[in-house]
């Protein structure tokens, strides 16, 4: 048998199918990832940015809004007493009641988004939603906290609410202006779960841990979220803007003691429920509720 020459000696064997055989080149080696930058330190005016984004892409906007409702209904010919805000309205004709209903989930889904942001925020960090008490590490304790909060600030608030229609310093509420259908009362049992859920999350548990980072002190801190809360339900009247001042004053002392939010959510929860399903059954029917 002949020796291989040094040409043929230096030729790799070649099997069928593979890169040399086929004449296809090699596919060439993955390139490394950049390693991902190190987190930015919370500095004050990135905090300060970071609030002040927060704010305006959920409550601060409810604020402004509520500002110039209230200044067109003083400025109306009617007594305050004589109109009437509506919470939850239908977003469709009664004919079209599965068209409403996707707008309603739509609605409380998007709603929610500033709390999925909040919570990506404080992961990003050294802070986790638990850090504010959102979890659901003590559900019994937070259910009995809530409902116990809830019973107060409910039977105040209406109280509240009541007197200072009876002056004329609240508009008459209609807590529900849907249409009737199958899902009327789930969807309002939704609107009230969102109404807790972002606006305790953001005004009390958030806003509080940012302003504490900011060297605000408690009692600042807690004004502040607290004339949040008041302005954004300001279209509700003025007797409802220190109500609801009230109640934010009482939240954030109870979030100081306890260090949690989620009895806050379970109590303003409570609280919409009772309202938006109540005011389904009862106005109209008792003498005493405005809009009966």
């Not at 409550?59 to 509520?66: G, N």
């Not at 008490?133 to 209406?158: E, S």
């Amino acid at each position: 048998m002949a020796e291989p020459t040094s040409d043929e000696r230096a030729e790799p064997h070649a099997t069928p199918g593979s890169p040399a055989s086929s004449g296809a080149p090699e596919p060439a080696a993955p390139r490394p990832r950049a390693p991902l930058p190190a987190a930015a330190a919370l500095t004050p005016r990135l905090l300060r940015g970071e609030v002040a984004m927060v704010l305006l892409l959920s409550l601060a906007a409810a604020a402004v809004s509520a500002v110039i409702s209230f200044v067109g209904s003083i400025t109306a010919p009617e007594s305050l007493a004589e109109q009437t805000a509506s919470l939850v309205g239908s977003r469709a004709e009664a004919e079209r009641p599965w068209l409403d209903l996707a707008r309603q989930l739509a609605a409380v889904v998007f709603a929610l988004a500033p709390v999925a942001l909040v919570v990506h925020l404080l992961h990003r960090g050294a802070e986790t939603a638990g850090t504010i008490g959102f979890d659901l590490r003590r559900p019994g304790r937070d259910l009995l906290g809530g409902a116990a909060l809830a019973a107060l600030i409910g039977c105040g608030g209406l109280v509240v609410y009541l007197v200072s229609w009876r002056l004329g310093l609240t508009v008459t509420v209609a807590p529900s202006a849907l249409n009737e259908h199958w899902w009327t009362l789930p969807v309002l049992v939704l609107q009230a779960v969102k109404n807790g859920v972002l606006e305790e999350v953001i005004v009390v548990g958030y806003l509080m841990l940012r302003l504490d980072q900011l060297g605000w002190s408690p009692v600042r801190a807690a004004v502040a979220g607290s004339l949040l809360r008041a302005t954004y339900h300001l279209y509700q009247g003025v007797g409802m803007f220190f109500g609801n001042l009230v109640m934010g004053l009482v939240f954030c002392w109870f979030y100081r003691r306890h260090g949690r939010v989620m009895p806050l959510v379970v109590a303003h929860s409570l609280i919409d429920i009772v309202a938006f399903v109540g005011s389904v059954y009862l106005i109209g029917r008792v003498d005493w509720l405005p809009g009966s």
